[in-house]
Nanobody, 119 residues
Framework: QVQLVESGGGLVQAGGSLRLSCAAS????????MDWYRQAPGKQRELVAR???????NYADSVKGRFTISRDVAKNTMYLQMNNLKPEDTAVYYC?????????????WGQGTQVTVSS
């Protein structure tokens, strides 16, 4: 199993910055991909950013150039640096880890952290 704990959310004015953290524990070496998702009220959960075990990254078009996903392997922690935040970035942000367990991809989710951007 993999346990994920997010932190770093909060209230910020438009144009401001926040850094989210996702601390992983458990069967860390089984993780192939880690993602940040977000879900705004009344909307579907959407993929924001992804980082693979090899370190490659990709982003949703809406956050390219503003958000940066990274990881600290020694700390088993993934980050999302969010700059130039906009009111439309307001959402609950979730950490996801996809792990290969017994030959099957299994997704694990954190509890979510609220990000609110005021205009």
């Amino acid at each position: 199993q993999v346990q994920l704990v997010e932190s770093g959310g909060g209230l910020v004015q438009a144009g401001g910055s926040l850094r989210l953290s996702c601390a992983a524990s458990g069967i860390i070496r089984s993780i192939n991909v880690m993602d940040w998702y977000r879900q705004a009220p009344g909307k579907q959960r959407e993929l924001v950013a992804r980082i693979t075990a090899s370190g490659s990254t990709n982003y949703a078009d809406s956050v390219k150039g503003r958000f940066t996903i990274s990881r600290d392997v020694a700390k088993n922690t993934m980050y999302l640096q969010m700059n130039n935040l906009k009111p439309e970035d307001t959402a609950v942000y979730y950490c996801n880890a996809r792990a290969l367990i017994a030959g099957t991809d299994v997704n694990f989710w954190g509890q979510g952290t609220q990000v609110t951007v005021s205009s």
